[in-house]
């Protein structure tokens, strides 16, 4: 297990950079950028996003709960009450389940998650899902490598109560992101057996 390091705090600069990352790419849902820093995976999140006036959980990797603890102030709470989530490893539907999902009067209780894959790509991947929505620009074909597929069909089910729901980034091993807003609608359109 890899020690809390104070470098883990983003100065001023990377803050400013990963936070425009994150908000452009929910703004255009299947749009992959890359992050301007690496090693952080789907903690990203909670450490652009935390600070000592909010909470967060980690899932799949407590050393990067410790870190981002460190590196922000924020406070850790169990998984179902956290505004700020880092799924690390592989997430399974029911942890999707659990997210916290805000109300149609207090959408901005829902959680906002960082979702960890091996590999995303701008198209066909082991599992594919085509998205349509505000801000979905041509054909809104993502790939994802190393996730479920019931994935898919567990955040549609925990985003079904629009305006209610979660905000999704998922981030990949090469510190690829792309964000998957509640007012998405998503297609499973194909997966490829045994992963």
């Not at 809390?4 to 705090?9: I, K, L, T």
């Not at 950028?33 to 990203?44: C, E, K």
């Amino acid at each position: 297990m890899t020690a809390p390091v104070a470098s883990d705090r983003l100065d001023c600069r990377a803050s400013q950079a990963v936070f425009r990352i994150l908000l452009d790419t929910l703004a255009r849902p299947g749009q992959l950028r890359r992050l301007p820093i690496g090693s952080i995976g789907p903690g990203i999140v909670a450490l652009a996003l935390g600070g000592v006036d909010t909470s967060f959980a980690v899932v799949g990797d407590e050393r990067w709960q410790e870190r981002i603890r460190l590196a922000t102030g924020a406070g850790v709470v169990p998984l179902d009450e956290a505004p700020l989530v880092g799924l690390y490893g592989r997430t399974t539907p029911g942890t999707l389940a659990r997210l916290r999902r805000g109300s149609a009067l207090v959408p901005e209780g829902g959680a906002k998650v960082g979702l960890a894959c091996r590999r995303l790509h701008q198209g066909p991947g082991e599992v594919t899902v085509r998205l349509s929505g505000p801000g979905v620009a041509g054909p809104g074909v993502v790939g994802f490598d190393g996730l479920d597929p019931e994935l898919f069909t567990a955040l549609a089910e925990v985003n079904r109560g629009f305006p209610a729901g979660v905000d999704v980034w998922f981030v990949d091993e090469a510190d690829a992101v792309v964000g998957m807003p509640r007012s998405v609608h998503q297609e499973l359109i194909c997966h490829q057996e045994g992963i």
